[in-house]
């Protein structure tokens, strides 16, 4: 081996360190064999976004984009059906499509689905925005993440920066800027009819499915974001689908708003069990997984805090009612605060974003089932006989050890002791007695 030979060797091998030392997120994104070039067609990533945008389905598509360059794929569509979501989500979306070497279609499909909100922001942002017959998107105005109202200045302000952003996203994209505008300003929709007819249109495409938006865009030509041109070449292209992995799919079903609701719930029961009974150890881990979620999935609903203080204030009510007497009037008052705490919990006129009374009527008869169990287990408890101090000396039996006279003191045994005694009635030697009272360590008997 000759010395450059040798200097080559010891260059691959550091070059190969360099590689797999890496962190666990580069080793991911190492070059890989396009199928491309592997199967020698093309291919086309599908992936499908059924429900709010927020940061999991963000880093689905984000994900779903980077895949797709790294295998030399043609096209990425994305098969849309969502009421909105957060903006923030929805610039960290746009920024990767636009960022892309890959071109990216967003696909409202199938018929009777919407692209609303944040979801208008994305088809008009993609480089391809195709539509089934029966869909529609825009109502794209903007409303406080937290479901409160905001005032005047506050709402101007944040429909102004939105309607700025989708005629930036629409200008680039060469679609109509004007309804784009309107979509954010004025709550405007449109329907796959009336965003294709527009001139310039909204949509670029009107497909029955995937396989139709393939075919019609095969050979079309595609402007980029920064104005390059691609053809697209869709014929005969191997449609490789890519779904959530676990971790996400977990995390969205999270952020539905019944599941959210039922976590809250879960949870501040499991950590009130875990107050009443100290060292459990499971309530208590269960309760807190239970309410990180649960905080995790009101960070992305529009949630309204006076609905949320309600439901807290119910579970309240409920433990009071265990440490205070109230027959029943604080069990009363917690279900009426959760029945209301519930119905204003997610502010929202969107259906998805609603909690249904399948989700609400167990809970509040579950919780009002078990406030009222504890509450008799307490009533019940407060009825037993004493077992400590003098009270509990009160009605048990005894032998008289000595005679007992009105007046002077006598010796009773009774519970393994011996103690002095007085009675009101004179009682003989060996008579059975019943202790009747307790005057400091003198017992007050009678005959039994």
Request: aromatic content about 6%.
């Amino acid at each position: 081996m000759t010395v450059r030979d040798a200097r080559r060797l010891a260059a691959c091998l550091t070059l190969s360190l360099a590689m797999t030392s890496g962190s666990s997120r580069a080793r991911s994104l190492q070059i890989v064999p396009s199928p491309n070039e592997i199967a020698g067609g093309p291919i086309v990533y599908s992936a499908v976004v059924d429900g709010i945008i927020h940061p999991v389905s963000a880093e689905y598509m984000i994900d779903t984009i980077r895949r797709a360059e790294l295998a030399g794929a043609v096209l990425v569509v994305f098969t849309l059906r969502t009421p909105g979501g957060l903006l923030d989500s929805t610039r960290a979306i746009v920024s990767s499509m636009i960022a892309s070497r890959v071109p990216v279609a967003i696909f409202v499909s199938p018929s009777g689905a919407r692209a609303a909100s944040a979801g208008f922001i994305l088809t008009i942002a993609a480089d391809v925005a195709a539509m089934s017959p029966g869909t529609h998107i825009g109502a794209a105005h903007p409303v406080e993440g937290s479901g409160a109202k905001m005032d005047d200045i506050t709402s101007k302000k944040a429909t102004e920066d939105s309607a700025a952003y989708v005629r930036t996203l629409a200008t680039r994209r060469h679609r109509n800027v004007e309804l784009a505008a309107q979509a954010v300003t004025e709550s405007r929709a449109f329907t796959e009819g009336e965003a294709a007819a527009a001139a310039p249109p909204l949509v670029d495409v009107v497909a029955r499915d995937l396989p139709d938006l393939l075919r019609q865009l095969d050979g079309r030509t595609v402007t980029r974001f920064d104005d390059t041109t691609v053809v697209l070449k869709t014929r005969d292209a191997r449609i490789i689908p890519l779904e959530m992995g676990l971790r996400q799919r977990i995390l969205s079903k999270v952020a539905d708003p019944n599941i959210a609701y039922l976590l809250l719930s879960l949870g501040t029961l499991a950590l009130t069990i875990e107050l009443w009974s100290p060292g459990a150890i499971l309530p208590g881990v269960v309760g807190g997984v239970s309410l990180l979620l649960a905080f995790f999935a009101f960070s992305v609903l529009p949630v309204n805090y006076a609905g949320l203080f309600l439901v807290l204030f119910a579970l309240f009510l409920f433990v009071l009612e265990i440490k205070v007497t109230s027959f029943g009037l604080l069990t009363a008052g917690g279900v009426v605060s959760l029945v209301f705490g519930s119905m204003i919990l997610v502010d929202s006129t969107l259906p998805e974003l609603q909690l249904s009374l399948g989700a609400v009527v167990p809970v509040v008869l579950g919780f009002a089932a078990v406030a009222v169990w504890l509450a008799r287990l307490a009533v019940a408890a407060q009825r037993q006989p004493s077992v400590m101090g003098a009270a509990a000396m009160i009605g048990e039996p005894g032998e008289a050890l000595t005679v007992i006279a009105p007046g002077p003191a006598g010796q009773v045994a009774t519970r393994g002791e011996i103690w002095n005694a007085t009675s009101t009635e004179p009682i003989p030697k060996g008579a059975p007695v019943r202790i009747t009272g307790v005057d400091r360590l003198t017992l007050v008997v009678r005959r039994d």
